[in-house]
């Protein structure tokens, strides 16, 4: 047994030798020449940032033909004569803008049509032709089977005179 473990470790100590004297050649190890080369190869000047150019604005409206997003628009009071009536008490869906209001179904009472509009709150709300909805003084001016038409006034981006435009608010089912 003890003649066995020692050729076993002779063994193993001649296998571990032929390793590493297999590893010691200088030849054919790549690294080492690219490293040796590399000084050589490299180029030593690098070349300069180009120069930042300063900056310079332009005016917003070179040409005077934009609106000056920035200042507050004069509603106009001299050639339009459509206005709208600012003094009148505001109704409760001229708070929600249009987008937001649902026209869900309509009654009909003695000749008179009614809409129903249900608000972002789910809210039911009953009007008729002459009431008013929308941001924008939008007046309705029929209730059909399938949409609610409204006439609104607005202020025209360029000339800031008020313009009328017309808006549907259609049947959501």
Request: some cysteine; glycine content about 8%; aromatic content about 8%.
């Amino acid at each position: 047994m003890y003649i066995l473990r020692t050729h076993i470790k002779l063994l193993l100590i001649t296998v571990l030798f032929s390793f590493l004297t297999g590893c010691a050649g200088d030849e054919g190890d790549d690294l080492d020449q690219f490293m040796a080369n590399a000084a050589n190869t490299m180029s030593r000047s690098v070349k300069p940032l180009p120069e930042v150019q300063s900056y310079s604005p332009l005016p917003y409206n070179i040409d005077g033909i934009l609106v000056d997003p920035f200042m507050a628009k004069k509603a106009s009071k001299g050639s339009g004569s459509l206005q709208p009536n600012t003094s009148r008490p505001r109704e409760l869906l001229e708070s929600f803008p249009l987008e937001s209001l649902f026209y869900v179904g309509s009654l009909s009472k003695k000749k008179l049509k009614y809409a129903l509009i249900k608000t972002p709150e789910g809210v039911l709300q009953r009007v008729k032709v002459g009431n008013y909805m929308g941001p924008n003084f939008g007046l309705i001016t029929s209730i059909g089977d399938d949409a609610v038409t409204i006439k609104e006034i607005v202020q025209d981006d360029v000339t800031g005179e008020w313009v009328e435009r017309e808006a549907i608010v259609e049947l959501q089912e």
